[in-house]
């Protein structure tokens, strides 16, 4: 089973800056796409920002120009730095993945989520 594991959620006011990290297990054979997204009390977990193996990616309309994706193949990690953070930014972020694992079945997994509160 592909494990994600995230981190660097926390406290900070508005207008400052975050970076999520997250890495996948080693128990997996290729990553075809890997992503944040977000979700609050209440609401449906929504896309923040993904990106593909090509180096494709795609944001959130209300994360464009704020938030950056990158990934780092070499250690099957994905990043987020998150700039010029509001209040609205409140959320838990959850790391997502999709590929193939060593044994070249397809996986979708789901890291355990991180809070990011945004408040002065």
């Known amino acids: 089973q592909v494990q994600l594991v995230e981190s660097g959620g926390g406290l900070v006011q508005p207008g400052g800056s975050l970076r999520l990290s997250c890495t996948a297990s080693?128990?997996?054979?290729?990553?075809?796409?890997m992503g944040w997204y977000r979700q609050t009390p209440g609401t449906r977990r929504e896309l923040v920002a993904a990106?593909?193996?090509?180096?494709?990616?795609n944001y959130a309309d209300s994360v464009k120009g704020r938030f950056t994706i990158s990934g780092d193949n070499t250690k099957n990690a994905v990043y987020l730095q998150m700039n010029s953070l509001k209040p609205e930014d409140t959320a838990v972020y959850y790391c997502?993945?999709?590929?193939?694992?060593?044994?070249?079945?397809?996986?979708?997994?789901w890291g355990q989520g991180t809070q990011v509160t945004v408040s002065s």
């Open positions: 997502n993945a999709q590929g193939y694992d060593i044994y070249r079945r397809p996986y979708d997994s």
């Open positions: 080693e128990t997996i054979f290729s990553i075809n796409a």
């Open positions: 990106i593909t193996i090509a180096g494709t990616t």
